[in-house]
């Protein structure tokens, strides 16, 4: 049995945290294969629910907890003259106590081979009655666990408590900026992610003599910010309506407030990082997002020969995905006054896991349990290496072409993803992202990292380790 | 003007330079006289992309279609990268304020100053 806290900062009064991915990492990090995540809130306004992770539905929920238990309808403990004993600071809340009475306070989640058993549409919800407040859910994990790789439970509080850093770094950031801009990027920062990029910054910035976790969450969280502000852009121009299980800014909100959005964003983590004050890591983010920016150019333009071929992929991927992996590496040791072999050897690291990353997110593309609409980067004819090998298949190669040449309909991506499963090409690519990751692993064989190998290489290994 | 950056700096944006980028760089360019002269070159050239970068994204005003926002966005970063390499931290806070400044302008469809206008108060501010 191994138990910890999961902390998060709400930012309004009525809210559906996804907590899923979050809960999916705890999952890997702890190493638990098959068994169970048991799962209690420890506060009377907030409460947990299992459901689709849709916007309109939320509100639905919303709209219904507000009907059935509406605020100010005279609850009687919120008659304060009645009551003994109360803080000076108690909120009028009977509403939001008597919601979550209607949810569950505690949730127990199967787990078998390494990760939640979940339907489709199903995404953990924290569901905050009372907000904004500093909130923590309960975890325990028992059953099976891997005795490789596990982390021991030091590590894992150590990493916890990082991560609410950078969380609340997020919620800091956004809370100061303008409505009209910071509304969409919160819509996306809260509807999760893997947060892979600042655990790498915060791991890497543990490694030096200038180690401060407080610095490592600014850097952090202004790399996720700079992150999705690319995000922002990507989706006005592949035309995706939804991220993350929510709409996209472009979609919602029109393609001239997505500009706006990821250039502000852009701007405002450039400064903070700027106002770091270490130039080595200002110039290495920037470098990053150039890199970004001229592989999303290169990327669009291959969609004219799509599916384009392996010498392309990797140019683009190295640019649009590794690039800030990399940088997201070697600036937490630059931070941190790692020595230049370790900071070298971090930006080798970063970039070969993220390339194995994005590999590993092409093959996810075409599984049905990932939670995403499968075939979606054949609709959007984004550069994929599963479908450049199935393309040059000798039996169904040709097929695999003639339909990427043509108009992409749901019956076109449905029989292309099908040719794609009949071909080896998911998992050759598979096994090609695990031989990436293995060489990134060997790649911090040589540096001291102050015992903090065994977290780089979870991270590693949990990039391409994974269904979702 | 001969342009003093190395020609890495114009990658791919070689047709912009006749586009209005060397006139913004020209502009520009009899602003940074207080700056090192080494430096110069890049930080108006750092200028002009921006600048460049801004209105071919649309930010402000109608949204650009998605291949000249990319090119927009690089000319951005590249900018960016430039006064991360060369800039004084002052002016690069600066310069991430103006943009901040347009972006949330744009947001909120209101007025902004002319992009030119903010990128020249940019270049004078103090070390």
Redesign the interface.
Known sequence: MSGRRFIFESTRPTEFVDITDRLRETVRGAGLRNGRLHLQSLHTTVGLALNENEPLLLRDFQGLLERLAPAGAGYEHDDFTRRFDIPLDEPVNGHAHCRQILLNAFATLMVEDGDLVLGRWQSVFAVELDGPRHRELAIQLEGEFASQGRESAEALSRRDAADSLVEIELARQLMV??E??ATPMRRLIEAGGKRLRPRLVQLTSGIGPDSDPLRAAELAAAVELLHNATLV?DD??DESTHRRGRPTVAALE???????????Y???A??LI??M?N?GV??A???A??A???A??DD?ALRGTYPGDRESYFRVIRGKTASLFAAACGSGALLAGAPGDVVAALKRFGELVGTAFQMADDVIDFSPSSGKTVGLDIRQRVISLPLIYAAEDRAVGGEVRRLLAGSLGDAEVGRVTELVKSTDALPRVREEATVLVEEAVRELSAVELDGLRPALVGVARAAVDRTS | MTIQAPPRELD?LEELWTDGLADAYDAYLAAVGHFDAAIQARLALAAALVEVG?RL????????P??T???G??C???G??L???NAP?SV??A??????S???A???SAPAPATRQLLLAALSTKP
Do not use: N
């Open positions: 900026d303008p009209p801009i852009h006005y121009v029109g393609p001239e407030r997505a500009i706006a959005v990821g250039d502000y852009f701007a405002k450039t400064r700027a106002q004050g130039a200002t110039s983010v920037a470098e997002l150039e970004i920016c001229a999303q150019i669009v | 791919r801004v994204q649309g930010l402000g005003g109608r949204a650009a998605p291949t926002l990319l090119m966005d690089l951005l970063s590249r960016s990268r006064l991360a390499d931290l690069q806070v310069f991430a304020r103006a943009i901040e347009l972006s949330s744009a947001a909120a």
